[in-house]
């Protein structure tokens, strides 16, 4: 073989598997690249998509986004509603799964209990937030219920008061996000060994010691890996909180993403609603790239 | 097998595509993007639009039909890439920022060439000295009352100016029956509360929300109608939940007998209808301030239309929006819209065979169509930000002339 034979068939090696990756490498470019660029492109303009012939901005948007307190408000708001939502999500789907995990619970109850707890999962953002907003309001089945056992006085208005309207979209999200860490964390439980908690049981551990010592330890790397994912979904959930609350009372539910729809689609300030965008993409960022190093070092 | 052509047969071929082609050429396709094609009884806007491209030998109409936001967010993109269809169907509220990007004709000279009646229209939108669009059908927004409640509540007297109101509105309240005088929604999901349930307060007194083409929220008129609606919540008669309530809600609310009073759209007479057939209901103008006599200014939303300044036809495109404001095709459209005429001499039939129509029609004829959000720069947002002040306001946290300030410094913002 010659030298430039040898080249050429060097080349092409080197070519191929570029070739192979060449039709999803141009989807993931049309579909996601382009789009992001685009976006993070309008927040440096004035006027963007409005004018033809947008001017360039600098950072103005940006400024303008971060000296705006309603924006301060609405980060708040998500991370409270973000870290409240992965914790109980972990917390109930931890308790289900272990109550369907465990052999004490009759099993016809047991699938009746799988059906029942995962139902959440199987309603859509629209139907959660219409299930909620009817349950929860002035005159919904909890204050009814509430008032007959005496725990309230008077009608609370959940989601149009200042007071409560945050803690009841948490709670309605809450509600809908479990099921994901509980069959996770199920799937997790069927794969411990039944050795280790027979070594336990000759060791004489308790129930809490064996799931302290066995349990979480085992199912770390899942808790690890869903609470990442949950955390980076729920800092964008939109649909729940703009049909319970629309974002307010006053600004009291305003999260990012409502936020950046406000922006957008009531103000028309399609620049500085691409600047908070850019601003959710690089927080949403620096947790994928946490996710991945995790994920590489596991 | 083979096939010969025969002379003859060349000919009449030749002479049919010259024929085709040349009308091919002649007619003009004008595109008319609007929300209104689904709202409408099926194939019923077609049929207007076959009507018009017979009278109009040449011009043939395209209908662009969507759902009302889809319509809003396409016509937001074409104005901005220079691709807005001829003929676009619009709402008020969306006219300035269209406006401001040139995206709209002046139809001044198109009227003026064309020696069109101006005064045969009732209203025409202009920015700028522009006339941009002209309200095609309005759905106005009345009083209803529950007139079973209100019996019930012994009130024998509908009322006619803002204190007999909140006098009717505590006499049918009964919180323990979740039972009470009226229905504010200010949900921020759809901030069109505030146009429809509070500054309609004012518009119907006669009253304005600007000054010299600037918001003048701290001005008697607006604080008074804060000051109104803060006693009404006082007195606890609104129906709980204000500030997420929507709309929807609304009616629904009224339509389970569980207010007593609600501002709505005439649109929603059907509706109500369909929902409660036994619902017993009159409607009522807008109450007024104390010895007001003046003509009451009517809060409505409207189905508008305008023509796009990119449009390469121009020409036919007025004569298209000249038949839809014509007063038998107007007359024709608004009776299948349940809506009121844009054109001043056009009378909807609905008005003779439905008493409720004829009655919101006779409160039509006596007042003028007001809306200032109509024509006003982003004009959601604007709502938005007197929302959330009024929201405020409802709980406590600050005064109606602080509410009325607050939302002042944030509208001279987007001024």
């Known amino acids: ?298 | 097998m083979t096939f010969r052509i025969q002379p003859a047969m060349l000919k009449i071929a030749a002479a049919a595509w010259l024929l085709g082609a040349t009308s091919a050429m002649a007619d003009t396709t004008l595109e008319f993007t609007q929300w209104w094609e689904p709202e409408l009884p099926a194939g019923s806007l077609r049929a207007i639009m076959n009507d018009f491209e017979a009278a109009n030998p040449g011009i043939k109409v395209t209908l662009v039909s969507g759902p009302y936001a889809t319509t809003r967010d396409q016509i937001s993109v074409g104005a901005a890439t220079g691709t807005l269809s001829d003929v676009v169907g619009l709402d008020g509220a969306w006219v300035n920022n269209l406006n401001a990007q040139n995206a709209l004709a002046d139809m001044n000279p198109m009227m003026d060439a064309s020696g069109f009646d101006k005064t045969q229209v009732a209203d025409i939108i202009k920015v700028d000295g522009k006339a941009v669009m002209f309200p095609v059908a309005s759905f106005v927004y009345p009083v209803f009352v529950n007139m079973d409640l209100a019996a019930q509540a012994g009130v024998t007297k509908l009322p006619s100016t803002r204190a007999e109101f909140l006098e009717a509105a505590k006499k049918m309240t009964h919180a323990d029956k979740n039972q009470y005088g009226w229905v504010l929604p200010l949900s921020l999901q759809t901030p069109s509360g505030v146009q429809n349930d509070l500054m309609s307060w004012v518009w119907a007194s006669g009253q304005s929300m600007m000054a010299d083409g600037k918001p003048a929220l701290e001005g008697k008129p607006v604080v008074d109608m804060l000051t109104f609606v803060k006693s009404l919540n006082d007195a606890g008669v609104i129906s709980p939940g204000i500030a997420t309530k929507t709309e929807q809600e609304k009616v629904e609310e009224f339509v389970n007998d569980r207010v007593g009073m609600m501002i709505d759209s005439l649109a929603h007479v059907n509706l109500i209808r369909k929902r409660n057939p036994k619902l017993n209901f009159d409607l009522i103008p807008v109450p007024v301030v104390e010895n007001y006599n003046g003509k009451r200014g009517l809060p409505y939303a409207s189905w508008g239309i305008g023509i796009s300044a990119a449009s390469k036809h121009q020409e036919e495109a007025w004569k298209l929006v000249q038949y839809l404001m014509s007063e038998k095709v107007n007359a024709k459209l608004v009776s299948l819209a349940n809506a009121f005429p844009g054109n001043v001499n056009a009378k909807p039939d609905f008005v003779t065979s439905d008493k409720a129509f004829g009655k919101a029609f006779e409160i039509f004829k006596t007042g003028y169509l007001a809306n200032e959000f109509t024509g006003l720069p982003v004009a959601e947002d604007l709502m938005t930000q007197f929302d959330v002040e009024a929201q405020k306001m409802l709980a406590g946290e600050q005064s109606p002339e602080q509410a009325a300030a607050n939302a002042q410094k944030g509208w001279m913002a987007k001024f």
């Open chain 1, 1 to 298: 073989m010659t030298r430039q034979k040898r080249s050429h068939h060097r080349l092409k090696r080197a070519v191929a598997p570029y070739l192979y990756l060449s039709p999803s490498l141009l989807i993931i470019g049309l579909l996601m690249l382009l789009p992001m660029v685009t976006v993070i492109a309008y927040s440096f303009q004035n006027s963007a998509v409005l004018r033809r012939d947008p001017s360039f901005a600098g950072l103005k948007h940006y400024q303008a986004i971060f000296v705006d307190p309603v924006f301060w408000a609405s980060l708040w708001h998500t991370l409270y509603f973000t870290c409240m939502s992965v914790v109980f999500h972990m917390t109930i789907g931890m308790v289900f799964a272990l109550m369907l995990n465990s052999d004490r619970i009759n099993p016809t109850l047991r699938n009746i209990l799988r059906v029942l707890y995962i139902l959440p999962w199987l309603f859509t953002a629209v139907i959660i937030a219409v299930i909620w907003r009817l349950l929860l309001e002035p005159n919904g089945v909890v204050n009814s219920v509430l008032m007959q056992m005496g725990i309230i006085g008077s009608k609370v208005e959940w989601f149009s008061s200042p007071e409560t309207a945050l803690h009841a979209v948490t709670f309605a999200n809450i509600w809908a996000g479990y099921p994901l860490f509980m069959v996770s964390l199920l799937a997790g439980l069927q794969g411990i060994p039944k050795d280790f908690y027979e070594a336990a049981d000759i060791d004489g551990a308790k129930a809490y010691q064996k799931l302290i010592f066995i349990t979480i330890p085992q199912l770390m790397p899942i808790i690890i890996s869903i609470s990442l994912l949950d955390f980076i979904w729920t800092m964008q959930v939109f649909p729940l909180i703009w049909i319970t609350t629309g974002g307010g009372p006053i600004y009291s539910t305003e999260v990012l993403s409502t936020y950046t729809y406000k922006l957008a689609f009531s103000s028309y300030n399609l620049s500085q609603a691409s600047a908070s965008a850019v601003v959710i993409l690089l927080i949403s960022l620096g947790l994928t790239l946490f996710y991945i190093r995790y994920q590489k070092a596991r």
